[in-house]
């Protein structure tokens, strides 16, 4: 796993972690941890020279990050580059949240640091990945989609611009947003114990889907597969509380669609707009994060302006509830009700129990007449005594 295993480390009793291999660099919560990332090879001679040929210009600005195993190699990189590109920028590997104040010029994000010294920002920087494909680069693409980017894999040797197409990418993204604002029940996966924060995340995931008028539930499954999930048929969408490199999971092969809880947010929060940044870190989300948006005030339900989904052509309500009432109340305009109905205005799980055609084992008292007992059948499924057998 990517993420550190507090969890396992406190049942030992453990006052400090040591993990081995690949890292998200996802700060912990409470337990010291000492990554050791290992030294992959990496032929630093043939990376220069494929660097050289996506970069002919020498006075490109181009950051250089790298997957932790290769971290170990990004000197003598930048000593053999350096000296021909006065623009590039090496990043550094760093774990846990900045000592300080952070510079505007600076960027410290998913455990690299490196300063953006090109005039017009990191948006006209050039971004040059050492490391195989992977989520690590997926997550660094989708989340500086305004920069260019190129890879060296030191498995095969080859450099190369990544062709995703990016747009297409975050297209599929926008439309699972889509599919949140139509989503009624909503399943919250708890996908890390670890990382910190994330209690803070998942209460303020309940929150705003309180105050949208959505049903919540929080699932604790482990690792999320396909047969896990398709036990909730009841949920109409899944959100993924876990690592940034963990959250963007596909789910084509899923039952139901799983979003990450910045989606989440787009689609519940009015107040969260869509500017071209995408954020994979759910504590960017918390309050006192530099991208947390606050909810805007409730709206009484007629002066809500009703919405028009984008994929079922149905009208809905966009209007945010009041956070201190209950989420719906059962009317008490008749002065007699079917309790089972009443059951389906208040829970959408028990509504929609009620429109499957089976229901489960019901007892049906008093309907099923009454007979005596009589006596089965006797023997094993293969020969049952009153069965008859063919003579050979």
């Known amino acids: 796993s990517c993420c550190v295993d507090e969890v396992a480390a406190e049942h030992a009793g453990a006052e400090a972690v ?30 220069a020279e494929a660097f050289q040929e996506l970069y ?22 930048e000593k053999q580059l350096c000296p021909l590109y006065p623009n590039i920028v ?20 998913f455990g690299r640091q490196f300063p953006v010294e090109a005039p017009g920002g990191l948006q006209a920087c050039a971004m040059f990945y050492v490391g195989a494909e992977g989520l690590a680069l997926t ?4 989340t500086w989609n305004c920069c260019p980017f190129s890879s060296f894999d030191p498995v095969t040797g080859c450099g190369r611009r990544e062709t995703l197409n990016v747009n297409r990418a975050l297209m599929r993204r926008l439309y699972l947003v889509e599919r949140a604002r139509d989503a009624r029940v909503v399943g919250i996966l708890v996908g890390t114990l670890g990382v910190a924060g994330y209690l803070a995340v998942l209460q303020h995931l309940r929150e705003l889907l309180r105050r949208a008028g959505k049903r919540s539930y929080t699932l604790a499954v482990g690792k999320p597969n396909p047969a896990k999930l398709a036990n909730f048929l ?29 989606e989440l ?36 339900a007629a002066e809500a302006v009703p919405d028009i989904s984008l994929i079922t052509g149905e009208m809905r309500t966009t209007h945010l509830c009041d956070s201190s009432a209950p ?62 057998h063919e003579q050979p």
Request: proline share 9%; aromatic share 8%; net charge negative.
């Open 139 to 142: 997550n660094f693409m989708l």
């Open 18 to 47: 040591l993990h081995y291999g690949p890292a998200c660099l996802s700060p912990c919560r409470k337990l010291p941890v000492l990554h050791i990332f290992g030294q992959q090879p990496l032929d630093v001679r043939r990376c």
């Open 265 to 300: 947010e787009l689609a519940c929060n009015p107040a969260r707009e869509w500017t071209g940044n995408y954020l994979t870190d759910f504590r960017d989300l918390l309050p006192g994060a530099c991208a947390h948006v606050e909810l805007p005030p409730a709206i009484p």
């Open 56 to 77: 002919p210009d020498q006075q490109s600005h181009v950051v250089v990050l790298s997957d932790v195993v290769y971290a170990h190699a990004m000197g003598e990189l």
């Open 90 to 109: 090496f990043s550094r590997v760093v774990w846990g949240n900045p000592r300080g104040p952070t510079s505007p010029r600076e960027v410290w994000q």
């Open 327 to 388: 989420l719906l109340s059962p009317s008490t305009a008749l002065a007699c009700r079917d309790q089972t109905r009443a059951l389906a205005e208040i829970s959408p799980a028990a509504s929609f129990l009620e429109s499957r055609s089976w229901r489960g084992l019901e007892q049906q008292l008093g309907q099923t007449p009454v007979s005596k007992a009589v006596q089965g059948r006797r023997g094993i499924a293969i020969a049952y005594e009153d069965e008859g």
């Open 234 to 262: 009841e949920v109409d969408i899944f959100v993924l509380v876990a690592c940034a490199q963990n959250s963007l999971l596909d789910s084509s092969e899923f039952y139901r669609p799983i979003v990450t809880p910045y």
